[in-house]
């Protein structure tokens, strides 16, 4: 679900990508998070997304914190992009 959800972030943003993945924080010592890693011509930008966002977005409630960090990570991405 969160693939999607950040997949059309990117469309409506006009921001490009490859790839969009994530990763359960506990394998790094993040209990309770999510590292979402989005890519495009071998850049990438990550994002900590918290448990309970991918709650919120799964139980269709709202989730301005996980936009922002969707739309910042995306917003990192395109200057990258853009400075290549």
């Known amino acids: 679900m969160i693939k999607s959800y950040v997949t059309n972030l990117a469309k ?4 490009p990508l490859s790839k969009v993945s994530t990763e359960e924080g506990g394998k790094v010592g993040c209990l309770g998070v999510h590292i979402l890693n989005v890519s495009h011509n071998n ?24 936009e922002l960090k969707v739309r910042l990570a995306l917003d990192r991405l395109k200057m990258l992009d853009d400075e290549a």
């Open 12 to 15: 409506q943003m006009n921001v």
């Open 43 to 66: 850049h990438v930008a990550s994002a900590l997304l918290y448990q309970s966002d991918f709650e919120n977005l799964q139980n269709n409630e709202q989730c301005d914190r996980l």
